[in-house]
């Protein structure tokens, strides 16, 4: 089955510097991937659509400033946080859309930010 | 701006059915449902989807009223692997354009021995 890559799987960073975060698809091309957010106890939180070759389209709220997303080629998307503080600290999934329709998620990363 | 209705947490049996219930009330004619399932710091993981036929996987099966209003979702012998929260999704928008997985609260299953 489809299979979706993310790396690394848990980061801690300092105050103010930038963490990226990668999200593979493995064995198929991914032309959509999308990028959640959970914090504790909660549901996930899509927080954008990652197009190959166009801009991320961002959910109400989410400050696209902050939340850097590109997505280069058809296997790879990429979200930096920039300028971490700690309420940015959450557990970030990442999800691609096959050719089929099907929706794979990572298994995410969780960031730290001291 | 879930479309959907769970309850927030059920019990079951270790070896029985569990049936979790979902209304989307609001659901339109070509928008799909999913269930993904969450095991705890993991990435949730694909069950089954539909449109308005029942469908059956090796995990699970699906269960779409007439009126496409509610679906259950059966796991016809739970095991305490099982234990997760179960999430039933009405995807917003066709799969050929980029479909978005907006999820809602979920329902967390808990399988008791």
């Known amino acids: 089955g489809a299979v979706v890559s993310q790396h690394p799987s848990w980061v801690i960073c300092k105050s103010g510097t930038s963490v990226k975060i990668e999200c593979r698809s493995l064995?198929?091309?991914?032309?959509?991937m999308f990028w959640y957010r959970q914090f504790p106890k909660q549901s996930l939180m899509l927080m954008a659509t990652?197009?190959?070759?166009?801009?991320?389209?961002?959910e109400q709220g989410v400050e696209k400033d902050k939340f850097l997303i590109n997505h280069a080629s058809l296997t790879l998307s990429t979200l930096t946080v920039t300028s971490a503080h700690p309420e940015d600290s959450s557990f970030y999934i990442c999800?691609?859309?096959?050719?089929?329709?099907?929706?794979?998620f990572g298994s995410g990363t969780r960031l730290t930010v001291v | 701006d879930a479309k959907t209705t769970q309850p927030t947490s059920m019990d079951c049996a270790e070896g029985r059915a569990a049936n979790l219930p979902c209304n989307h009330s609001?659901?339109?004619?070509?928008?799909?449902v999913y269930w993904y399932r969450q095991i705890h710091s993991q990435g949730p993981q694909y069950i089954i989807h539909g449109l308005k036929n029942n469908e059956t996987n090796e995990m699970a099966s699906l269960i779409i009223t007439e009126d496409r209003k509610s679906s259950t979702l059966i796991l016809p012998h739970a095991t305490l692997r099982d234990t997760a929260v179960y999430y039933c999704?009405?995807?917003?928008?066709?799969?050929?354009?980029?479909?978005?997985?907006?999820f809602g609260q979920g329902t967390e299953l808990s399988v008791k021995p």
């Open positions: 064995d198929f091309q991914a032309t959509t």
């Open positions: 609001t659901i339109s004619g070509n928008e799909y």
């Open positions: 999704i009405v995807r917003v928008g066709p799969g050929n354009q980029g479909g978005k997985l907006i």
């Open positions: 999800s691609a859309m096959d050719r089929l329709g099907g929706y794979t």
């Open positions: 990652s197009n190959e070759g166009s801009k991320a389209t961002y």
